[in-house]
């Protein structure tokens, strides 16, 4: 395995937290972030598809372990507290494999990390390390504001640090009025929102001075800086930027409707100081964990549930990329979180960990890397600056993170009953882990703790509903539709999303009339309910009504332009309707959004196979297989092509070998 | 949920990147309330902002006696 030989001569990651392109775009065009656009004309830039639970701990872990959640166990926003003494926001010691600075790192690099989260308490890295506690005004503006214990690594730049923070009360009206020009109208004993603005604005001033700081000072191969402050500004304002939601009165509506844009356009001045201090030379790497809804899709209003604001979050974020030997002023294509870790490697000429289960992001590059591979990265010997299993704690910067993530909605007040805390903790982490599991297609490992989660706390309807999916992508349709019937029993409450699961439900038993109506049910109480047109275009399909089928995906389309689901739908409506170009068109759409989707890539090489574009279609294929290796479909097409278009027999027969062996599985299953 | 029409055209924000030629440019320039500019420029900013500050209250407190 190589070691310590690098192709980029230095990378700086910046991370935004649920940063979109919805808002960007519009803000470029306006020349409103000139340093964001000169990255992508330099550079190459795309979405980068989230995952589920979108969990900003979860996803970040996952961006820099390059690895799901169930590997790497951050599950959520908190966790028990050692000794059973409550619960505390989750901590970077729950990390069970190496983060990218481990590897780096133990690799010989100079690497820093800043703010990202967790990384509380600070890795003891080769290099600079400050934690997500780093940040937090603990005590009043003017009094002794020291340093988390283990805040900053090594503790000798302690003092430096110490200085470079900035408190919210530091902050004057220059800071605020930009982004609330009204401020002075405002009753700050009855309305908060400027006091939680200027802590959103001092804290990614902070970790914005802590990063600049490294970068003009310190040698480094590879600095990962990560502002949360755009996810709080979205979370906080979001319902007051334009178009005016209904609801929001006219007045608050005016005073808060810049914030958002606002706190774009400080990150893009923050970015460019950033791009000033890496110069030329540097790969840099921008990007978010998921996007945040700010049209017609945002929600009318919030779940009072744990991690309830994420309900606001959209599944595409942003990912560009710039730098020595990366493509100038291209898009590139079905990105996704778990790619970035080994990307990172690649550019490093690092081996990527075979268990790592995304991909290096060979597209970007002007010429292909040669990719080396090893078992896993925890495999490797080496001193790579994680903690001793033994570990510090700092009780008061706890309280001040929790308060924060109450703030924010994430978590809810924690009740006086400790016992009762840690249980709900469990349960969620537990919930989350699930669904981590689903995200994976791995519904048999997600089922048990759905069903134990059911069994206790059964009315709670996302437990009981993500329960009825798991049934049902396990074909226990009938199991599923009682756990459904159960919810719509004892829920006062017309939840469209049950109609709609009970569609869904009837359409896997094959009933399409049924579904259908069940499906217009929905309709008929929420028609913008995401998922409901492309469910009816798929009960369209399946009855052989084409066109139907195609009005139906268009309405998804117009409500969400971004659904792959949506293009895969419409791509195999036009393999009905023999219209192949337009088939082959939607399949790449799909594809484009969301990389990892087999059944969109057979599409593809269904339609291009029918317009005699064999080479490319058997390349569609192929890449189906990798993904699925049970498509008999895409074994069927490649037999015939090999067979017949290609003359090659050898390979024709190796899939119809293939064939045999599936057909003999699914007969023992069925059996 | 459903949006109305806002009529009022968007105002655009005083969100400006400062441009100066060197540091001392920026101190000169610099005022005591600060800028998110001089903030976006990290910890350079920060450190000539806070003494500019301490500068301009020592003046102060000087001229009061």
């Known amino acids: 395995m190589k070691m310590g030989k690098k192709t980029a001569k230095k990378v700086l990651l910046i991370g935004w937290d649920a940063a979109d392109w919805k808002i960007i775009n519009p803000l470029m065009d306006k020349g409103m972030m000139p340093a964001l656009e000169s990255m992508i004309n330099d550079g190459v830039m795309g979405n980068i598809a989230t995952l589920d639970p979108p969990l900003s701990p979860m996803l970040w872990t996952s961006i820099s372990t390059g690895k799901h959640a169930d590997q790497h166990g951050i599950l959520g926003f908190t966790e028990p507290a050692p000794e059973g003494k409550g619960i505390r ?3 970077i010691t729950s990390r069970k494999v190496k983060a990218i600075w481990n590897m780096l790192s133990q690799s010989g690099f100079k ?38 214990p283990g805040g900053v690594h090594p503790k000798s730049k302690e003092e430096i640090f110490k200085e470079l923070r900035v408190h919210p009360a530091e902050l004057t009206e220059a800071h605020i009025l930009p982004f609330v020009p009204g401020a002075a109208k405002i009753d700050q004993e009855k309305d908060k929102r400027l006091s939680s603005l200027a802590k959103i604005i001092a804290d990614c001033s902070t970790i914005h001075a802590a990063g600049t700081y490294i970068l003009e000072n310190e040698e480094w191969d590879f600095t990962a800086i990560y502002y949360d402050a755009i996810d709080h500004f979205c979370h ?68 009072k549930e744990p991690a309830g604001p994420a309900w606001e979050h959209r599944n595409y974020g942003i990912f560009c990329m710039k730098g020595p030997g ?37 597209q970007a590059f002007e010429e292909i890397p040669g990719l080396e591979y090893v078992d896993s990265w925890e495999d490797v010997p080496g001193e790579c600056g994680m903690h001793p299993s033994d570990m510090q704690r700092d009780p008061i910067a706890e309280l001040a993170a929790m308060q924060q993530l109450v703030e924010l909605g994430y978590i809810q007040k924690p009740d006086e009953n400790v016992a009762k805390n840690i249980e709900q903790t469990v349960d969620e982490s537990r919930f989350y882990l699930a669904r981590v599991y689903m995200n994976k ?57 049950l109609f709609l699961l009970k569609g869904t439900l009837e359409f896997a038993k094959g009933n399409n009339e049924k579904a259908l109506e069940l499906l217009k049910k929905t309709e008929s109480i929420d028609s913008k309910l995401p998922q409901l047109y492309q469910q009816i275009g798929f009960v369209y399909l399946r009855m052989r009504r084409p066109n139907d089928a195609e009005n139906a995906f268009k309405k998804a389309l117009e409500n969400d332009p971004e659904n792959e689901q949506v293009h895969y739908g419409l791509s195999s409506t036009m393999l009905r309707k023999k219209e192949y170009e337009l088939a082959a068109e939607y399949a790449l759409n799909a594809v484009g959004l969301l990389y990892h989707y087999p059944r969109a890539h057979l599409n593809l090489g269904i339609a291009l196979a029918k317009l005699g574009m064999f080479d490319r279609a058997v390349e569609a294929f192929e890449v189906s297989l990798r993904m699925a290796p049970g498509l008999i479909a895409a074994h069927k097409y490649l037999s015939y092509i090999y067979l017949v278009k290609l003359q090659d027999k050898e390979k024709a027969d190796l899939h119809i070998e293939e064939i045999k062996k599936l057909r003999a599985n699914l007969k023992k299953v069925n059996a | 949920m459903e949006e109305k029409e806002n009529p009022e055209e968007e105002k655009e924000l005083k969100l400006e990147v400062e441009h100066y030629s060197s540091f001392e440019d920026i101190y000169k320039n610099i005022t005591k309330e600060g800028s998110l500019g001089v903030l976006a420029l990290g910890a350079v900013g920060l450190k000539l902002w806070r003494k500019k500050r301490a500068g301009l209250e020592s003046e102060k407190n000087n001229e009061n006696g």
Request: proline share 8%.
């Open chain 1, 111 to 148: 690497t820093n990390v800043v703010g990202w989260w967790p990384s509380h308490p600070a890795e003891p890295i080769n290099g600079i390390s400050i934690s997500n506690f780093y940040q937090r005004a603990t005590v009043e503006y003017g009094k002794e504001w020291p340093i988390a």
């Open chain 1, 236 to 303: 906080g304002f979001m319902r007051f930027h334009p178009p005016q939601m209904k609801g929001v009165p006219d007045e608050m509506f005016q005073l808060y409707k810049g914030v958002v844009q606002g706190g774009y356009i400080y990150h893009d001045m923050m970015l460019s100081r950033l791009l000033q201090l890496a110069g030329d030379d540097t790969t840099v790497i921008l990007m978010s964990d998921h996007g945040f809804h700010s049209d017609h899709l945002r929600p009318a209003g919030i779940p």
């Open chain 1, 89 to 91: 926001p989750v901590m």
């Open chain 1, 326 to 362: 990366i493509k100038k002023d291209e898009r590139i294509y079905g990105a996704t979180l778990l790619d970035v870790t080994p990307t990172l490697l690649t550019l490093f000429d690092l081996p990527i960990g075979k268990d790592m289960p995304g991909k290096p992001l060979v």
């Open chain 1, 441 to 497: 297609n791995e519904y048999a490992n997600a089922l048990p703790m759905l069903e134990d989660l059911y069994k206790r706390k059964g009315k709670e309807v996302r437990y009981a509903f993500r329960y009825a999916k798991c049934l049902a992508a396990l074909e226990k349709i009938d199991d599923s539709n009682d756990v459904v019937q159960k919810i719509i029993g004892h829920e006062t409450k017309e939840y469209p999303a």
